[in-house]
């Protein structure tokens, strides 16, 4: 375990903005496709 | 015309232009696939002549000198063969490090300076934790010395 | 079934990102932005994997005539698109940091945008033609011929000078990665799998619907003149 603290693993080393705009685009998309899926029962 | 004949016009003008959309993307392409060149084309005379290009391969030790102004920076470009001097102004990307892999976009200056107007890290294809990495650093040193 | 797949996908997504986040160390050069490989690898490989499934399953429908693999390519395609927006949007949050620029027109950079446009430009031609088995056909070439793409993409940083580093996973050599940050990659790399054939089995099954639906009220509207 890397993370001293929560806010430290958000901070992901100063690479927060990065890492986490990626991990949070990758999850929208994913959640926009489902709900066209839903949509179109 | 029957319409099967029709049909095959049809799917015989789709491929046509296909092959005509392809061949200009791959005619694009060409022109970027050589991202950069390494200083030993460099001295060939082997680069584009008067415009900008790029160039590739590791920042040389020790090489790394900033200049009065704390902005701009001198570096030489080695492909273990040849060295480019190179010159830029402006914010190194935080992978940047002698002994690392760099790609410089800019152009040759008369006195033989690659002065950069952009300066892009390029890292390998490696993933370890930092221990690690030390580990593999001290295993070399002692290597080099009893050689 | 769709949801057995959901469900492995679901398992596969927590235990990777577990590993990925809390398991795997920092990496000596890149620090903690390296922790995007977690979703960018697996969304690139996927990108290109279901290309050439797509490609198959159209070449099938094109060949032997059968409808249900023209369906199957039909459906694979916006999934195929969202992973290589993904594989793109996630290198660009990482070349920014590492490269320091979000964009470079290197090779493979390039070749991917292009996977980009034969997705949209697949499902583009299939939206444009009304008759679906027309529509089928018509797909199903530019399927093919934009499969030369998919090894110009995979190779294009052994064949040409790229900023994209070379592969860290591949059949040749072994991996050079630590192992906790390999388990953490392959792991998520399963997710994205399941996780496609779930959304595709579902897509499918809608495709289906609509075709029969559109089919019999078609064959009804002729009857009634």
Not at chain 2, 10 to 30: M, N
Not at chain 2, 66 to 77: I, M, S, Y
Not at chain 3, 149 to 176: C, D, R
């Amino acid at each position: 375990m890397q993370w001293e603290s929560i806010s430290d693993f958000f901070a992901m080393g100063g690479y927060g903005l990065y890492v986490w705009g990626s991990y949070i685009v990758a999850a929208l998309c994913i959640v926009i496709e489902l709900l066209d899926l839903w949509k179109k029962r | 015309m029957k319409p099967r004949h029709k049909r095959l016009l049809l799917v015989v003008v789709a491929l046509a232009l296909l092959g005509l959309g392809a061949t200009f993307v791959l005619k694009a392409f060409r022109s970027n696939l050589v991202f950069f060149y390494t200083p030993t084309e460099v001295f060939a005379g082997q680069v584009p002549q008067g415009q900008a290009f790029r160039i590739g391969g590791m920042v040389l030790e020790d090489s790394l000198k900033r200049k009065d102004d704390g902005v701009t920076v001198r570096f030489a470009v080695t492909d273990s063969i040849e060295n480019v001097p190179v010159q830029f102004t402006g914010i190194l990307p935080d992978l940047f490090q002698e002994g690392k892999g760099v790609v410089a976009q800019g152009r040759m200056d008369p006195q033989g300076v690659f002065v950069a107007d952009q300066v892009l890290a390029k890292h390998d294809e490696n993933y370890m934790p930092p221990e690690a990495a030390e580990a593999l650093e001290r295993a070399r040193k002692i290597k080099m010395e009893s050689e | 079934m769709a949801v057995f797949f959901f469900l492995l996908a679901s398992i596969l997504t927590v235990w990777g990102l577990y590993v990925g986040f809390f398991v795997a160390p920092t990496d000596f050069q890149q620090g903690e932005s390296y922790r995007i490989i977690f979703i960018h690898v697996p969304a690139a490989w996927m990108s290109m994997l279901i290309y050439l499934i797509m490609s198959f399953w159209a070449a099938i429908g094109l060949i032997m005539n059968t409808r249900l693999s023209s369906m199957m390519a039909h459906a694979l395609a916006p999934t195929g698109a969202l992973m290589t927006f993904i594989a793109l949007w996630t290198g660009a949050f990482w070349g920014r940091p590492t490269w320091g620029a979000w964009w470079v027109w290197d090779a493979r950079l390039t070749s991917e945008l292009i996977l980009l446009f034969l997705y949209i430009g697949y499902m583009a031609l299939r939206a444009s033609i009304e008759d679906p088995r027309r529509a089928d056909r018509a797909s199903a070439i530019l399927a093919l011929v934009g499969i030369v793409n998919v090894p110009i993409i995979y190779f294009s940083v052994q064949w040409w000078n790229t900023l994209h580093q070379g592969a860290s996973v591949s059949l040749t050599k072994s991996p050079s990665m630590a192992t906790s940050m390999l388990t953490g990659m392959l792991v998520m790399a399963l997710a994205f799998w399941m996780y496609s054939i779930a959304v595709s089995l579902i897509r499918v099954r809608r495709i289906i619907r609509d075709r029969e639906a559109n089919a019999a009220w078609l064959s009804d509207s002729s009857g009634v003149q």
